[in-house]
Nanobody, 119 residues
Framework: QVQLVESGGGLVQPGGSLRLSCAVSGSGFRINAMGWYRQIPGKQRELVARITSGGSTDYADSVQGRFTISRDVAKNTVHLQMNSLKPEDTAVYYC?????????????WGRGTQVTVSS
């Protein structure tokens, strides 16, 4: 069974930085893409950033130039470096992993980690 464990959320002042990490554990799986999404109460979950197995990245316009997604293939881990944080970045951030556990595809989410940007 594939599991996702997120870490790194917390409280930070505007202009500050945080780094989120998401580790995928299990056996017999291949990851095709991983990403970070965020959700504010009463709103739909939205894409923040994602990275494919080939290293291609995609960012929401609102975080372009401030956030960087990266991966450690050997450790099945993805990181989200968040700089120049703004109050509007406050949300629960969720990790998502899509891939294959032979022969079936999977699409799993983490439990979420709270990010609060406030003075």
């Amino acid at each position: 069974q594939v599991q996702l464990v997120e870490s790194g959320g917390g409280l930070v002042q505007p202009g500050g930085s945080l780094r989120l990490s998401c580790a995928v554990s299990g056996s017999g799986f291949r990851i095709n893409a991983m990403g970070w999404y965020r959700q504010i109460p009463g709103k739909q979950r939205e894409l923040v950033a994602r990275i494919t197995s080939g290293g291609s990245t995609d960012y929401a316009d609102s975080v372009q130039g401030r956030f960087t997604i990266s991966r450690d293939v050997a450790k099945n881990t993805v990181h989200l470096q968040m700089n120049s944080l703004k109050p509007e970045d406050t949300a629960v951030y969720y990790c998502r992993a899509r891939g294959v556990v032979v022969p079936s595809p999977f699409d799993y989410w983490g439990r979420g980690t709270q990010v609060t940007v406030s003075s």
